[in-house]
């Protein structure tokens, strides 16, 4: 099997959290194989049945990069599990395929598997540093000493064992709230708000999605006067007549 991890840029505050990112990044990856899940801080995808629907593995790891990295993606990773992808990811090695994935995985800090971090400070008294040195270890004191999920995280990400994965599934309806990126004292720049909305609509009609209602709604965070003197509700008002035309324009272009 062919597997992607996909860890996203932490968020900048609170209005930005990154569980909501993973869920936009997790329904962006299912155009590529219904395999999307999500663990830790990471999005994962298995596209061994996909590869060659989209031009080969150069060619999809090429457009994953780039599209990703619009979505804040800052680190990508493949290799032939989800757990090794992970661990490969937050070491900063995007492929982990070239190598024998043992002596990739041997080398990684030990804290780059999640369910060695609890036990990273006991591990080094006895002088683990690498996955490989964890590895190393009696199966049979490690068992004893420490909980059983270091030695099955162990087995999964070296190939040992199976995983187990709670796949992602798009709901039947859904709504998202986009601001401006700026402020608006012109109704033609609204139509720059539509960009991401047409985007998001024509990509749901790729993953089988029926288009029948587009809701466009805009409201102002302030009041008062603009820096043009005109007050920003006459704007609104104004702009709306622009907003639904470009809305019925993108609409009819989805259903066609």
Same mark, same amino acid.
């Not at 002596?103 to 990684?108: F, I, M, R």
């Given at each position: 099997?062919?597997?992607?991890?996909?860890? =996203?840029?932490?968020?900048?505050?609170?209005?930005?959290?990154? &569980?909501?990112?993973? %869920?936009? =990044?997790?329904?962006?990856?299912? %155009?590529?194989?219904?395999?999307?899940?999500?663990?830790?801080?990471?999005?994962?995808?298995?596209?061994?049945?996909?590869? !060659?629907?989209?031009?080969?593995?150069?060619?999809?790891?090429?457009?994953?990069?780039?599209?990703?990295?619009?979505?804040?993606?800052? %680190?990508?990773?493949?290799?032939?599990? /989800?757990?090794?992808?992970?661990?490969?990811?937050?070491?900063?090695?995007?492929? #982990?395929?070239? %190598?024998?994935?043992?002596?990739?995985?041997?080398?990684?800090?030990?804290?780059?598997?999640?369910?060695?971090?609890?036990?990273?400070?006991?591990?080094?008294?006895?002088?683990?540093?690498? =996955?490989?040195?964890?590895?190393?270890?009696?199966?049979? #004191?490690? $068992?004893?000493?420490?909980? @059983?999920?270091?030695?099955? $995280?162990? &087995?999964?990400?070296?190939?040992?064992?199976?995983?187990?994965?709670?796949?992602?599934?798009? /709901?039947?309806?859904?709504?998202?709230?986009?601001?401006?990126?700026?402020?608006?004292?012109?109704?033609?720049?609204?139509?720059?708000? =539509?960009?991401?909305?047409?985007?998001?609509? $024509?990509?749901?009609?790729?993953?089988? *999605?029926?288009?029948?209602?587009?809701? *466009?709604?805009?409201?102002? !965070?302030?009041?008062?006067?603009? @820096?043009?003197?005109?007050?920003?509700?006459?704007?609104?008002?104004?702009?709306?007549?622009?907003?639904?035309?470009?809305? @019925?324009?993108?609409?009819?272009?989805?259903?066609?």
């Amino acid at each position: 099997m062919w597997w992607s991890a996909l860890l =996203l840029s932490s968020p900048d505050g609170p209005a930005s959290p990154i &569980d909501a990112a993973q %869920q936009a =990044l997790a329904v962006w990856a299912l %155009q590529f194989t219904p395999r999307v899940a999500i663990a830790d801080e990471a999005v994962f995808m298995e596209v061994e049945a996909s590869v !060659r629907l989209f031009g080969g593995q150069r060619a999809l790891r090429e457009r994953v990069r780039a599209e990703g990295r619009e979505l804040g993606v800052n %680190q990508i990773a493949w290799a032939p599990n /989800s757990l090794a992808a992970l661990a490969l990811a937050r070491a900063g090695i995007e492929n #982990g395929v070239r %190598q024998p994935l043992d002596a990739l995985l041997d080398t990684l800090p030990m804290e780059t598997l999640s369910a060695v971090r609890p036990h990273r400070l006991t591990l080094a008294h006895v002088g683990c540093r690498t =996955l490989g040195d964890v590895r190393r270890l009696p199966r049979g #004191g490690t $068992a004893r000493r420490f909980d @059983k999920r270091l030695l099955a $995280a162990l &087995d999964q990400a070296y190939g040992r064992a199976p995983e187990v994965h709670q796949w992602v599934l798009l /709901s039947e309806c859904f709504a998202q709230r986009l601001e401006l990126m700026s402020r608006v004292e012109q109704a033609p720049a609204l139509l720059l708000g =539509l960009a991401i909305p047409t985007d998001l609509l $024509a990509r749901a009609q790729q993953l089988g *999605y029926r288009v029948e209602e587009v809701p *466009y709604a805009c409201g102002a !965070r302030f009041s008062g006067e603009s @820096k043009t003197g005109a007050n920003v509700w006459d704007y609104l008002r104004r702009g709306w007549k622009y907003v639904v035309a470009v809305v @019925k324009l993108a609409a009819l272009r989805i259903r066609g």
